[in-house]
């Protein structure tokens, strides 16, 4: 089958199309015909070879070369011990290696797809999706509560603007000028267009700032949250991010961050995202139901998978870069 490989660490030029066999699931395992992969940050992380990366995937050159972990598509085979997926089942989630003709995971990480939902959309949701949903939990939003969004137009981004509003949220959003209807056209209450306006210098106070960047200093981000806000610290900037400065933006977010929440009322959260088969389903409950639609920038065809992974490391996608992949990419 054809899948997108890397072998090497560096720019995504090194991300070759290559033929390999076709994934065999294990026992506990569901190999599924891919209908649509997306993209995600940490794809650009994996390719340029962060040194958190190197330190879990290989000191030298990726250990394991398959990429892609967000996947939608139709069951294929499964293993002898899957109860909840046949063959047929149209599915989506997160799996190794989204990238290629064919993908196999876990059922755990697996969910029924929306009738009402396309391929590309479904493939769109999960990382940046439970990223967005499990960050507006870390900030215990309430229904009313002012929450900024630093970041709004990327893959979380944009997740967690329509999420936040659907929580009933008052939302601003931060982004770029290109971006600023694109914002408001999926429910943002109020836009700061940081390339004219630092949102840590006007007057206003938020409940929850929910941080996809992290390009401002602790002290610049209390000044702007309510004395008992929440900033929940999602990322340190996408996919376009130097690696010196996400290394200070990493270390500032697990030490400063740990050490002010616990002398000040205001509270700096960091977490981890989690694969759950319940958010999943809730996400697409809320894609079903009209609540959250995808912002897909661009699809390309698996051939063009190189060029989507360089537009991506270039920091600034709006919303999501699909991968299709049909009977052209055969
Ligand atoms: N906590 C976790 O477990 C977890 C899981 C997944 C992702 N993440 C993190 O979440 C972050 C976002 O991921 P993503 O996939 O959404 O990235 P992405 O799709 O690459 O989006 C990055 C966005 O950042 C915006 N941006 C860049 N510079 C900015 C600035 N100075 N001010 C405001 N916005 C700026 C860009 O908008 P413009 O084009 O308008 O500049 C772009 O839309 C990443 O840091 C990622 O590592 C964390």
């Known amino acids: 089958m054809k899948a997108t490989r890397y072998f090497e660490y560096g720019s995504p030029d090194v991300v070759k199309l290559d033929y390999v066999e076709k994934p065999v ?12 992969a997306s993209l995600n940050a940490l794809d650009a ?8 990366n190197r330190l879990i995937f290989g000191l030298r050159k ?12 139709v069951v294929e085979a499964v293993g002898k011990n899957v ?3 046949k063959p047929g089942d149209e ?4 799996c190794r290696g989204a990238l290629g003709e064919y993908a196999c995971t876990f059922e755990r990480a697996l969910v029924m797809k929306p009738p009402n939902v396309s391929f590309e959309q479904a493939a769109s949701l999960p990382l ?12 215990k939003i309430q229904p009313g509560q002012k929450m900024l969004i630093n970041g709004a137009t990327g893959g979380v981004g944009t997740f967690a603007v329509q999420i936040a509003k659907s929580f009933g949220a008052e939302v601003t959003a931060v982004c770029s000028t290109r971006n600023v209807d694109l914002v408001r056209s999926i429910g943002a209450d109020h836009v700061i267009d940081y390339t004219k306006e630092d949102f840590t210098k006007n007057d ?6 929910f941080d996809n960047v992290c390009n401002h200093s602790f002290t610049e981000r209390r000044r702007v949250l309510t004395p008992k806000g929440i900033c929940v610290l999602a990322g340190m900037g996408g996919a376009g991010v130097k690696e010196g400065q996400a290394i200070g933006r990493i270390a500032g977010n697990l030490f400063t961050a740990r050490g002010l ?5 205001q509270k700096f959260a960091q977490y981890m995202t989690k694969m759950s088969k319940d958010d999943l389903i809730l996400l697409g409950d809320l894609m079903q139901a009209g609540k959250v639609r995808p912002v897909i920038e661009q699809t390309y065809t698996l051939n063009d998978a190189p060029e989507a992974l360089r537009q991506l490391d270039a920091g600034h996608a709006r919303g999501k870069l699909v991968i299709t992949i049909g009977e052209e990419s055969r």
């Open 83 to 85: 109860t909840q997926f």
């Open 204 to 209: 206003q106070r938020y409940d929850v700032i």
């Open 261 to 265: 929440s616990s002398f000040t009322d």
């Open 45 to 52: 992380y994996m390719i340029r070879g962060a040194w958190l």
């Open 25 to 36: 699931p294990t026992d506990n395992q569901v190999l599924i015909k891919v209908r649509a």
């Open 128 to 139: 940046a999706g439970l990223t967005a949903l499990q960050g507006i939990r870390e900030g």
């Open 62 to 73: 990726p250990r394991d070369t398959r990429l892609g972990c967000d996947v939608a598509g």
């Open 91 to 94: 599915v989506f989630g997160i």
